[in-house]
DNA sequence: ATGGTGGCGCGGCCA
């Protein structure tokens, strides 16, 4: 089974784009960041009519996430215990027996500031969160946009970008405790090509100049990760027109035959 | 330090 995630940054703009991309790559599971849609403007139809059910949480304007799954997502949660946060960035289904937990990890503005201190909050609440899930789902994964690069691997230039957002110590740190629950990077299983990214700004004609960094994940339990048989990032999308800056990020998995 | 672009929605905010 495929398992992916991306960042579509408003699925009312990118939703042909979405429903293309379906068609072509067949994933069981397509996770959404950005959807930027109320739940009652929701495209459910579209998605049914292209044999995909859906789960969602989202807000006008900001954030959103949802599932888009061959069946429907079971067990499906919105909220984080301890997070009060009016900001729609979690959801969390199980499809086939999998786990899926789909995060939009708070941008965090700049080093420092109040929104930076909002995104360590929000990531180690939920890291605990993650982990109570973890005691109760045997195959999980969690994936979607983590907004950090977890090394300079995933940078296109390291040094200026050093302590940066996205790529500050703090915010490794707190990538490297969700990590420590025991859960892998499923990119980093496989042998890549160098300067692989999955955001790239909008500006400065920085995906031409592949000026990007890897940001969006799909991380998975041990015996996830036993299963996984590859994990790539589809550039396509990000070079037709009128583009998400994010690109689709896709982890295969082995049937479970235990 | 700023600006470059895009989405939302019509003035800035967010990324």
Known sequence: MKIAT????????????VLDWLA????EVLALQETKLPDEEFPVAAFQEAGYEASFSGQKTYNGVA???RTAAQSVIREVPSLEDPQRRVIAGTVQGVRVINLYVVNGAEVGSDKFSYKLDWLEKVTAFVSDQLREFPQLVVLGDFNIAPDDRDVYDPELCRERILCSTPERQALRRLLELGLVDTFR?????????SWWDYRAAAFRRNMGLRIDLILANESMARRC????????PRALPRPSDHAPVIATFRDDTR
Do not use: H, M, Y
């Not at 072509?24 to 994933?27: F, S």
């Not at 299983?189 to 990214?197: A, D, H, N, T």
């Not at 048989?229 to 396509?236: E, N, P, V």
């Open 67 to 69: 599932l888009v799954s």
């Open 6 to 17: 991306w960042n579509v940054n408003s699925l009312r703009v990118r939703l042909p784009q």
């Open 229 to 236: 048989t590859a994990c790539r990032i589809d550039k396509g």
């Open 24 to 27: 072509a790559t067949q994933p």
């Open 189 to 197: 299983l496989f042998e890549q090509e160098p300067e692989s990214f």
